[in-house]
């Protein structure tokens, strides 16, 4: 059997004490200024970094791109507030790695089961499109979180972005494992999935189907099954 000393080694080794940056986190000044400027025109929103979601001991972790300025940013909870966690959250029901109701605010009751829930960044960004310069940052976050799994062996990777973040701490090279819906990307004790992330606009165009997000979840719990 695999121990977590063993798998923390094959993770790079710039973890942070913390899995999630402080409420006033001045790492990236860009997103502090689009968090001051949130904070002062909705004070009652989260408006701060975004903590994962989900038990630590879980053998699943689903990495999402960064907050939705009205879902996570708004709420507190990943992918809760906006169609993504729709979509999210209804899949996970169905496949067994949540239960409860879904009603998109963090106190509807709903509990991920083996499965836990981050973001490569954990500020909403200008746009939804956080800058190089910003994901390396907030990687030290991640990787925290990737090592303190001590049963992780599947990882979700919504989007090339989440999926580029996640290659550096699992030592990978892009060309090794090259972004695709549906691949699966071993390494060493873990499995990389890649789905393309569940947004309106990916849905809306078609580019993702709910039967093309449903065989990524399906094919990872026949695995971990």
């Known amino acids: 059997m695999t121990t977590s000393r063993s798998k923390a080694a094959r993770l790079s080794h710039q973890a942070s004490p913390t899995l999630v940056p402080d409420r006033d986190c001045p790492l990236c000044p860009r ?5 001051e400027a949130n904070r002062a025109r909705e004070p009652l929103w989260h408006n701060a970094p975004v903590p994962p979601f989900g038990d630590i001991k879980a053998r699943l972790l689903i990495v999402g791109l960064a907050p939705g300025m009205q879902g996570a940013n708004r709420t507190g909870r990943p992918f809760t ?3 993504a966690g729709d979509l ?27 499965c836990r829930i ?28 990737l090592e303190a799994m001590p049963k992780l062996r599947a990882i979700v990777a919504l989007g090339r972005i989440a999926h580029d973040s996640v ?22 004790a873990f499995r990389l999935y890649d789905s393309y992330h569940c947004s309106r606009y990916n849905t809306n165009t078609r580019v993702l ?3 093309m997000f449903r065989s990524v979840f399906a094919r990872i719990k026949a695995d971990l099954d």
């Open 31 to 35: 997103l502090v200024a689009f968090r």
């Open 88 to 114: 999210l959250y209804a899949t996970l029901l169905e496949f067994g790695f949540a239960t409860g109701t879904y009603q998109a605010r963090p106190d509807d009751g709903l509990k991920l089961v083996d």
């Open 209 to 211: 189907t709910t039967d």
């Open 118 to 145: 981050a973001n490569a960044v954990h500020c909403v960004p200008p746009q939804n499109k956080p800058l190089p310069v910003e994901i390396n940052t907030c990687r030290q976050f991640l990787v925290a979180n």
């Open 167 to 188: 290659l550096k701490p699992l030592k990978l090279k892009a060309s090794q494992a090259p972004f695709g819906h549906g691949s699966v990307h071993q390494a060493g």
């Open 81 to 83: 507030g906006d169609y």
